[in-house]
T-cell receptor, first 112, second 112 residues
Framework: GENVEQHPSTLSVQEGDSAVIKCTYS??????FPWYKQELGKRPQLIID?????GEKKDQRIAVTLNKTAKHFSLHITETQPEDSAVYFC???????????FGAGTQVVVTP | DGGITQSPKYLFRKEGQNVTLSCEQN?????MYWYRQDPGQGLRLIYY???????QKGDIAEGYSVSREKKESFPLTVTSAQKNPTAFYLC???????????FGDGTRLSIL
C-alpha cells in the first residue's frame, strides 16, 4: 500500500522566516496531495491541496510543490507568524475511494 | 467545520465494554471516514463508507465496527476486542473521490 514519510518531525523558525516541510510517497499512482494544519486538541483543517496534473499551487503565504518523478511534495510557508505554530500533516491518495495515507506530522514552532 | 458533529467530546470505557462514537454531517456528503490519532502520530484510517449501507475496512479495522444506515450518520463502535482504545478519534466526510476531507472536532476516548 501507500506509504508517506514526512520530514522534519519538528521545525523551529523565527517569526518572519520561511518554513519548509517535505513528504515522500511510495505509490506512483497517487494523484491527490492535501496538507492539513492541526492546532493542539483541535480538528485538522485543510490548508492547501494539489493534484498530480499541477506542479505548484500558491495561496497567499502558503505554497505546495509536487515532483512526480521523484515522488515528493513540499509545503512552503513564507513570512511565518506565531499563529502558524501547529502540527502540519501531509497526505496522499491514489484511488477513487478517496482514502488518504497521512504522514506522521511536523510540529512547527514560530518564535517571536 | 460546522457541518460535522462528533459526540461526545470525551468518553471513558470500562474493561469489557463496547462504546459508540457518534458522527453526524449535514454537508450532503456521500463519503464518510473514521480515523484514529495517537500522540505524535498521523491519522490512521479505521473504516470508510462511500454510500449508504456500504462500508470498507481501513488499515486498522480490528476491534472496531461501523454502520451506515443513513447518509448523514456514520457511528463507530469500539468493541472490547480493541485492547488499546485510548486515542483521539476523528470523523471526516467528503464528496467521493479525490476531494478534500472535512473533519469533525473529534472524540477523546480513555480507559477507566
Amino acid at each position: 500500500g501507500e506509504n508517506v514519510e514526512q520530514h522534519p518531525s519538528t521545525l523551529s523558525v523565527q517569526e518572519g522566516d520561511s518554513a519548509v516541510i517535505k513528504c515522500t510517497y511510495s505509490d506512483s499512482a497517487s494523484n491527490y496531495f492535501p496538507w492539513y494544519k492541526q492546532e493542539l486538541g483541535k480538528r485538522p483543517q485543510l490548508i492547501i491541496d494539489i493534484r498530480s496534473n499541477v506542479g505548484e499551487k500558491k495561496d497567499q503565504r502558503i505554497a505546495v510543490t509536487l515532483n512526480k518523478t521523484a515522488k515528493h511534495f513540499s509545503l512552503h510557508i513564507t513570512e511565518t507568524q506565531p499563529e502558524d505554530s501547529a502540527v502540519y500533516f501531509c497526505a496522499a491518495s491514489r484511488d477513487s475511494w478517496g482514502k488518504l495515507q497521512f504522514g506522521a506530522g511536523t510540529q512547527v514552532v514560530v518564535t517571536p | 467545520d460546522g457541518g460535522i458533529t462528533q459526540s461526545p467530546k470525551y468518553l471513558f470505557r470500562k474493561e469489557g465494554q463496547n462504546v459508540t462514537l457518534s458522527c453526524e454531517q449535514n454537508l450532503n456528503h456521500d463519503a464518510m471516514y473514521w480515523y484514529r490519532q495517537d500522540p505524535g502520530q498521523g491519522l490512521r484510517l479505521i473504516y470508510y463508507s462511500q454510500i449508504v449501507n456500504d462500508f470498507q475496512k481501513g488499515d486498522i479495522a480490528e476491534g472496531y465496527s461501523v454502520s451506515r444506515e443513513k447518509k448523514e450518520s456514520f457511528p463507530l463502535t469500539v468493541t472490547s476486542a480493541q485492547k488499546n482504545p485510548t486515542a483521539f478519534y476523528l470523523c471526516a466526510s467528503s464528496i467521493p473521490g479525490d476531494q478534500p476531507q472535512h473533519f469533525g472536532d473529534g472524540t477523546r476516548l480513555s480507559i477507566l
